[in-house]
């Protein structure tokens, strides 16, 4: 059997899956200022009774280094970055112990300046005394070649703790972002380790001696001895759980818009064929734009709980929510007050929503049921209305071929599944106001929880070879061969299939779930004068996002009525 | 945070499956290091940047500024399709007021297409900018527009299609015409008799640095611009004055074409030639767009610069501001001598022999204007190909008297059947375009 756990921002949802379904899901409320409290009653719970041999792979889905970065309660990391020509790197600055240095690599990788080891070792003696235990090192262009940056490292090591090098954590490029993203992974990795390694511990008193997996925002997952170089992957997790949970009941063959309906938030994501579709640069936290690899999301200020209110006579919902709706003792309407007064939801205090809707009704001159339908409309509508900017952002994003502008590939999805608390009660109407087709996830309280648990591993790999240079190199995977001017695109595919494998398993892959595929393949030739000099060829390989076999086929789990 | 002080807005376009031929300069390479440059720098996350998607342009957007023979497809191929969109594009979002500034950074080049497209000249098919600036005046209201073709090459292209145009001020600054393709834009070139003086050329000599570059600028670019007044200004970013450029040969660096970004403030940007493509463009291009955002561009250095040893020759300094000087009294003198170039023949005519050196075609034109006393005159283009091809093109300005356009549709319809392949008519005062294959 295998657990599923995911922190929400109210309650963290746990469940326990068996071959053949769910065994058992429950909900736990989340302590904010002890997660690792929350995490292990939820964990406690949903194992009370069995034997711990029974369990075979925990996942875990957490607030944890989301919440440090927002609200910067994370430890003093240093910074050294060498940027060469280009935007000053001044404009980057993380913090106070950030330190721009000399050299510089250019865009093949080829070294412009070398680094000034005398100005690292000043800078080693400052941090030494500022106190700080862990530092970021990024170079422009380290994923061409990452030279400077195992220099600088050679360095630094016996002088520090840990530390994290920019051309491990993405092999794509944006100096800016792995300036932000190795920050992060630095800042937030005393918490991280401290955290998981207390859940170990005490999973292990409790004879849990199984492997826990961290759940990533890209949908996938590692082993949490691999996430502890990376710890700023787990961030912004929330999202992909409910994806992950929804799989499993799109269509085949159809692309399917998910809507999770939250109290506080709405989340939307889209489904390609079952598979959900990835950004193309990485996720954002706050101002931070990083390399963290992520699904495709869009996040709107719009749920059951949020605040209904008049504003110069017209009706608005959300971006904030006050607190429960009215109907559950709340300070101010709510969408579901809407739905209680409606008679549509049949849980809660219904007389109190009636109340709370009562004076926006008469500011509006007109009935009590009016008002709420009406509340009720606009919600629909505005999660609709969001859904049609996501569809519109995805399919404006710029492409770089003939090929693609005039024949690429457009997102129109035709299906809505939606999830979350008060999923059943959307469906019926979102359908009635589009003309999407709209469906529930089948257990759609704790459909999280389940995409957590199932959730397989994934992982990335970026291979680049110049046959003028001789060279193939994936910077992040410590790989770097000479080849020949013969090397083609199909041995550099070749090659990445076979360095994101051994990735792959030392995330924690189960060798069965090794779906790959190739995200981006390109080829060059490079003339110099009027010669071809040699290829340049980029390649980009993933793990496909999925659920992990070994299960009864989830949809099976709910016979449909 | 990083933030540009202008909205700027960019189309890439860098075409990846597109070439002339496998080893042309024009080739998919030719923004690839520019492409890594520009995603390693994160230029698209500065707040303030926005990324577009290009438009396509339509064939009516080409039939407005080209004669094509035999037609608009034939001549294009789906990049120039996108390429020109791309400048379009820009062109919209600036005058909707959706970006302040923007740079089409688009691949296949246009600069040396002229008004009749037999075919390439110059890596170029149809003018991109050309097609940009009359959508624009259709669709927006705009009047008068000032290019600035900034390429090493003179932009023949556009001067041939803005030659007779009074609200266009077409300003090239290239190196001279002696010693580079395509050979033309010398200072006695200043348009035709109904617009003399708005065609400005500034032949500069091999080996001009920064310095007479910022010069030019400054001493004659800048106060004819703000004699002229125009309602936009676009610039024709080549990129190949660069000292590391292979087929030209300037001194010119990134710091320097920022610079000259800063000081002109064009509207907008399109690209045109460069085909250093490691050591210049990525660089040149990062440099563009910094300082058409107003972002820091001081530590924007090519690896190869070496301003020291790039130091500008005295005598190729003497030349600049002798070159300049004669380029400002033409200017100033531009009534005196246009009343001299219309003379006192109600028609004017020339002819003249164009080359196509990328697709070897030999053209031979016989041009006619009416010269207006009332609007810059209706004008027609009788043009054979060694191809086989003869067609007959009038252009009917937008501002068209209803005496010329009178004429107009009098030598379309009159046109010979038994000598014509194509007569083609540009009516822009109602921005209709006709055509008759007779044979």
Not at chain 2, 326 to 350: M, P, V
Request: proline share 6%; glycine share 8%.
């Amino acid at each position: 059997m295998i657990i599923g756990l995911d922190v929400g921002g109210t309650h963290a949802d746990v469940v326990l899956l068996g071959s053949n379904g769910p065994v058992r899901a429950l909900k736990v409320p989340t302590d904010p200022s002890n997660l690792f409290d929350t995490v292990l009653t939820g964990l406690e719970k949903i194992t009370e009774g069995f034997e711990p041999e029974r369990i075979s792979r925990i996942v875990l889905s957490t607030t944890l280094t989301t919440n440090a970065i927002i609200q910067k309660k994370f430890s003093r990391a240093g910074m050294i970055v060498a940027s060469g020509p280009g935007i000053d790197p001044e404009f980057f600055r993380t913090n106070s112990q950030y330190y721009p240095v000399s050299g510089s690599i250019d865009h093949r990788g080829r070294e412009i300046d070398p680094i000034d080891p005398t100005e690292i070792e000043g800078i080693v003696t400052k941090l030494k005394k500022q106190e700080v235990r862990y530092v970021g090192v990024v170079c422009k262009f380290s994923v061409r070649n990452p030279k400077h940056e195992l220099r600088i490292n050679k360095i630094l090591e016996d002088a520090f703790e840990k530390v994290f090098l920019g051309h491990q954590i993405s092999g794509n490029l944006n100096f800016p972002r792995r300036i932000a993203t190795t920050f992060f992974n630095a800042s937030v990795y005393p918490i991280h380790k401290k955290f998981f390694e207390a859940v170990k511990k005490s999973l292990e008193k409790k004879g849990l001696t199984v492997p826990i997996h961290i759940l990533k925002a890209d949908g996938g997952t590692m082993s949490f001895e691999s996430s502890i170089d990376f710890p700023g992957q787990t961030i912004l997790s929330g999202p992909a759980a409910s994806v992950m949970g929804s799989i499993a009941f799109a269509p085949e063959n159809e692309e399917t818009l998910v809507l999770d309906i939250g109290g506080t938030t709405t989340d939307m994501a889209i489904l390609i064929h079952q598979v959900p579709l990835l950004n193309p640069s990485g996720i954002q936290l706050g101002n931070f734009k990083t390399l963290i690899r992520s699904l495709e999301t869009h996040s709107i200020g719009l749920g059951g709980d949020s605040a209904v209110r008049l504003e110069n006579g017209k009706l608005k919902v959300g971006p904030d929510r006050l607190g429960h709706a009215m109907a559950f003792g709340g300070p101010v309407p709510t969408p579901t007050d809407a739905l209680c007064a409606l008679g549509i939801m049949e849980i809660g205090d219904r007389e109190k929503s009636i109340k709370g809707i009562d004076p926006i009704a008469r500011k509006l001159g007109t009935s009590i049921e009016d008002a709420a339908t009406r509340i009720f409309d606009l919600t629909c509508k505005k999660i609709l209305r969001e859904a049609r900017k996501m569809i519109n952002r995805i399919n404006s994003k710029p492409v770089y071929t003939v090929h693609e502008l005039l024949e690429g590939y457009q997102v129109k999805p035709e299906r809505i599944l939606v999830l979350g608390g008060p999923a059943p009660y959307f469906a019926k109407h979102l359908e009635k106001v589009s003309d999407y087709k709209v469906s529930v996830v089948p257990g759609w309280e704790t459909a999280n929880a389940m995409g957590t648990a199932l959730a397989r591993t994934t992982c990335e790999v970026t291979l680049f070879a110049d046959t003028e240079q001789g060279i193939a190199t994936a910077p992040e995977e410590n790989y770097s061969e000479r080849i020949n001017k013969s090397f083609s695109k199909e041995d550099a595919v070749r090659k990445a299939y076979a360095l994101l494998e051994k990735k792959a398993l030392e995330k924690g892959a189960d060798p069965d779930d090794l779906e790959l595929e190739v995200l981006e393949e390109m080829q060059f030739n490079m003339v110099r004068g009027f010669y071809t000099a040699g290829r340049n060829i980029r390649i980009r390989a993933q793990v496909k996002p999925g659920l992990i076999h070994g299960f009864l086929p989830v949809a099976e789990w709910f016979p449909s009525d | 945070m990083l933030r540009a002080k202008n909205k700027t807005g960019l189309v890439f376009f860098p075409a990846f499956d597109w070439a002339i031929s496998p080893t042309h300069p024009e080739r998919e390479e030719r923004l690839l290091y520019t492409q890594d440059q520009v995603f390693e720098e994160g230029l698209f996350d500065i707040e303030g940047i926005l990324e577009l998607k290009p438009d396509l342009i339509e064939i009516k957007d080409v039939q407005r500024v080209h004669f094509c023979v035999p037609d608009a497809r034939s001549v294009m191929t789906e990049s120039h399709f996108i390429s020109a969109g791309g400048a379009k594009t820009i062109g919209r979002a600036v005058l909707e007021k959706e970006i302040e500034r923007g740079f089409a950074l688009v691949r296949p080049p246009g600069h040396h297409a002229m008004r009749v497209v037999h075919g390439a000249r110059g890596f170029c098919n149809v003018n991109i900018e050309a097609i940009m600036i009359e959508y624009l005046r259709q669709a927006f209201d705009i009047n008068r527009v000032a290019i600035v073709d900034t390429d090493c090459h003179h932009g023949d292209g556009t001067q041939d299609i803005y030659w007779h145009d009074p609200d266009t001020l077409f300003i090239s600054i290239h190196q001279d015409g002696r010693t580079l393709y395509p050979g033309s834009g010398f200072t006695t070139e200043l348009g035709g008799p109904t617009a003399t003086g708005t065609t400005l050329n500034i032949p500069l000599p091999p080996k001009t640095s920064e310095e007479g570059f910022l010069y030019t600028i400054k001493n004659v670019v800048l106060p004819v611009l703000d004699e002229f007044k125009p309602d936009i200004i676009v610039n024709s970013a080549g990129q190949d004055n660069h000292f590391s450029d292979p087929i030209t040969n300037m001194n010119f660096s990134a710091q320097g074409y920022a610079e000259l970004t800063t000081l002109l403030k064009a509207d907008i940007a399109v690209l045109e030639g460069g085909y250093s493509i490691e050591g210049a463009l990525p660089y040149v291009n990062v440099g563009i767009i910094l300082a058409m955002a107003g972002i820091d561009y001081g530590k924007v250095r090519e690896p190869a610069y070496d301003p020291e040893g790039m130091r500008q020759r005295r005598d190729v300094t003497e030349w600049i501001k002798k070159t300049g000087e004669i380029c400002l009294s033409n200017w100033r003198q531009r009534e005196r001598i246009s009343a001299h170039a219309r003379g006192t023949n109600k028609f004017h005519e020339r002819n003249r022999n164009i080359f196509y050196d990328t697709d070897n075609i030999v053209e031979t034109q016989h041009e006619t204007i009416h010269v207006c006393p009332d609007c810059s005159g209706v004008l027609k283009i009788d043009s054979s190909s060694d191809r086989g091809y003869r067609i007959l093109g009038v252009t009917i300005p937008r501002k068209a008297c209803k005496y010329c356009k009178e004429i107009g549709y009098k030598w379309y319809d009159s046109a010979d059947e038994t000598v014509f392949d194509i007569v083609l008519l540009q009516d822009r005062t109602e921005d209709k375009f006709l055509e008759r294959k007779p044979k």
